[in-house]
């Protein structure tokens, strides 16, 4: 998966699927390295009444919420946890049993789901004023997510232009400079070998 190619993951084209246990629905925005057989996956869930999340053992989860008025997550363990807007999040192990109740009506919640034994994933939350580089090559991809606004990302003399909602998968087997610049808010995620160097790699 970090040998690339970078992909542009526009909103409408991510695939609507069920929920493992069937309890809801999910746009599926990136399942790498294959879609049946994925380490790492990145997809929102569309949750409209209380529901039991699907396990997922030997996996690690992190939500943020995308849209409503906030998402409670009720654990077996007796934990609970409130995702508030805007952009609250929570990690959380992907065997857990938990159910997620939406908090005044319908809500959106960004889905991060990765292997540890094989990856390190790092999200961050940031604001898009001007440009920044991501770097990437045969240990480090990113991904981003635009939570809104525009951006474009360039690169290698070819350029894309982002909307509110659409994604971008950034990777290459050398080494890569890749430049955002836009004006709005994204989710950044840097995806690195488990085992591997953890510095960021942006500026």
Same mark, same amino acid.
């Given at each position: 998966?970090?040998?690339?190619?970078?992909?542009?993951?526009?909103?409408?084209?991510?695939?609507?699927?069920?929920?493992?246990?069937?309890?809801?629905?999910?746009?599926?925005?990136?399942?790498?390295?294959?879609?049946?057989?994925?380490?790492?996956?990145?997809?929102?869930?569309?949750?409209?009444?209380?529901?039991?999340?699907?396990?997922?053992? !030997?996996?690690?989860? %992190? +939500?943020? *919420?995308?849209? @409503?008025?906030?998402?409670? /997550?009720?654990? =077996?363990?007796?934990?609970?946890?409130?995702?508030?807007?805007?952009?609250?999040?929570?990690?959380?192990?992907?065997?857990?049993?938990?159910?997620?109740?939406?908090?005044?009506?319908?809500?959106?919640?960004?889905?991060?789901?990765?292997?540890?034994?094989?990856?390190?994933?790092?999200?961050?939350?940031?604001?898009?004023?001007?440009?920044?580089?991501?770097?990437?090559?045969?240990?480090?991809?990113?991904?981003?997510?635009?939570?809104?606004?525009?951006?474009?990302?360039? !690169?290698?003399?070819? %350029? +894309?232009? *982002?909307?509110? @909602?659409?994604?971008?998968? /950034?990777?290459? =087997?050398?080494?890569?400079?890749?430049?955002?610049?836009?004006?709005?808010?994204?989710?950044?995620?840097?995806?690195?070998?488990?085992?591997?160097?953890?510095?960021?790699?942006?500026?």
């Amino acid at each position: 998966m970090f040998h690339g190619p970078a992909q542009f993951l526009p909103a409408h084209e991510y695939r609507r699927l069920r929920w493992r246990n069937g309890a809801g629905w999910t746009r599926e925005i990136l399942a790498l390295p294959d879609p049946e057989r994925w380490d790492l996956r990145l997809s929102i869930a569309e949750i409209e009444a209380p529901a039991a999340y699907s396990p997922f053992p !030997g996996m690690l989860r %992190e +939500q943020v *919420l995308l849209a @409503g008025n906030g998402l409670r /997550l009720d654990f =077996a363990d007796g934990q609970q946890v409130e995702l508030a807007p805007p952009y609250q999040r929570v990690r959380f192990s992907g065997e857990r049993d938990l159910v997620a109740m939406p908090v005044d009506g319908p809500v959106q919640a960004f889905n991060l789901i990765w292997r540890p034994s094989a990856l390190e994933v790092e999200l961050l939350h940031r604001p898009l004023v001007g440009g920044m580089f991501c770097f990437a090559d045969a240990e480090t991809a990113w991904a981003l997510h635009l939570l809104g606004g525009t951006a474009r990302i360039s !690169g290698d003399g070819g %350029e +894309q232009l *982002l909307a509110g @909602g659409d994604s971008a998968w /950034l990777a290459s =087997a050398q080494r890569r400079r890749f430049a955002i610049d836009g004006a709005g808010e994204a989710l950044l995620l840097r995806v690195g070998r488990a085992g591997g160097d953890e510095s960021p790699r942006f500026q």
